[in-house]
């Protein structure tokens, strides 16, 4: 079993994500999921981290430092669970920058739908936080949820606008 992964344990991880990026261009890794609950201090822990970006060589030697932190890392988005937000991109968060490597909170608006729409009760006490915290916006997440075009849940058979519409409002009215 693998340790848990505290607030410490994600700086160790991004030091070494940098350490063994190639050094020649910039990068960008982005949280997701418990690993933003938990840098942002809404949970002193969490089983794993949830991984992005769309360099995939920073991610090289993963299984060493997945090996070396004794760390469970995954990799996913919001997009391989829920459709897509407009101008997602556009909304992620800073965290810091260590050597080629920026990191970012992958965009709130996403994570917050993919948790709501999940369900889980730690995902949406995560949701809660990204409320109270003000990264995201009750009303926003509204609107971004219904511009999502009908086509984009065809690659979600699981899901309908019906559905996720339905578990927003049901949030937000527990909220």
């Known amino acids: 079993m693998r340790a848990e992964v505290t ?12 350490r063994r990026a190639p050094k020649t261009g ?12 938990v840098y942002l201090g809404w949970r002193r822990s969490s089983i794993d981290v949830d991984l992005c970006s769309s360099d995939e060589v920073v991610f090289r030697d993963i ?27 556009d909304r992620h968060v800073y965290i810091d920058t260590f050597g080629p490597i920026s ?8 994570q917050t ?4 729409v999940r369900g889980f009760q730690r ?5 809660s936080e990204f409320l109270r915290s003000e990264l995201v916006d009750a009303e926003k997440l509204r609107s971004l949820a219904s511009r999502i075009p009908d086509s984009a849940y065809a690659k979600y058979p699981n899901l309908s606008r019906r559905a ?6 049901s949030f937000l009215e527990g909220t």
């Open 7 to 18: 607030k410490e344990r994600l700086v160790d991880l991004m030091r070494e994500l940098a």
């Open 26 to 37: 910039s990068y960008r890794v982005y949280f997701v999921g418990g690993g933003t609950a």
């Open 63 to 89: 299984q060493e430092i997945k090996e070396r932190l004794n760390t469970n890392i995954e990799f996913a988005r919001p997009e391989d669970f829920v459709p897509p937000l407009d101008n997602a991109a």
């Open 103 to 110: 990191f970012y909170h992958y965009d709130p608006y996403s």
């Open 113 to 116: 739908l993919s948790k709501v």
């Open 123 to 127: 995902d949406l006490e995560d949701a």
């Open 164 to 169: 996720v519409e339905a578990a927003i409002e």
